[in-house]
């Protein structure tokens, strides 16, 4: 396994015995697949798998999904704080910067709450883009569409 010392990039491995244990260990995210050699690789992971052949839809289908997320909840929150903020700013300008804030400390309070809880409760429950089922005919046809969205 070569771990980079970047910070932003992370590293996956994936074991099926005892002597993968300290790579699965030492990595970011960890794939235990329960094999002839015993569960220790499985007790070391964060994930457990039963088969190799789980593997593409583990790394296709949930990584894709979690990296859409993730662009979409950047964008999502970068606008939420620019649509609290900019308001403030331009309050401030034509108060004469006098310390005064355009809403009340407990309605900033409600709005981060609200429009911070509810997105990834809406998402979690409409959020699939992909057929769960990627052993069919059609996995050419969605493996040439992976990860074209987000860039």
Do not use: C
């Not at 499985?42 to 859409?68: C, K, N, T, W």
């Not at 979690?124 to 074209?148: C, N, R, S």
């Amino acid at each position: 396994m070569i771990k980079a010392d970047d910070p932003a990039v992370l590293t996956l491995a994936i074991g099926d015995g005892a002597n993968d244990v300290a790579m699965i260990k030492e990595a970011h995210v960890g794939v235990g697949i329960f094999g002839n050699e015993g569960l220790r690789a499985v007790q070391a992971s964060d994930f457990a798998i039963p088969e190799f052949r789980m593997l593409h839809r583990l790394v296709l289908f949930h990584g894709r999904s979690r990296y859409l997320s993730v662009t979409q909840f950047i964008l999502y929150f970068f606008y939420k704080n620019i649509a609290l903020s900019m308001p403030q700013y331009f309050f401030a300008y034509f108060s004469g910067y006098s310390a005064m804030t355009v809403f009340d400390d407990f309605y900033i309070q409600l709005y981060n709450t609200f429009f911070t809880a509810t997105p990834p409760l809406a998402l979690a429950v409409i959020y699939w883009d992909l057929m769960t089922d990627l052993d069919g005919p059609e996995f050419e046809a969605v493996l040439a569409k992976l990860y074209y969205v987000g860039q």
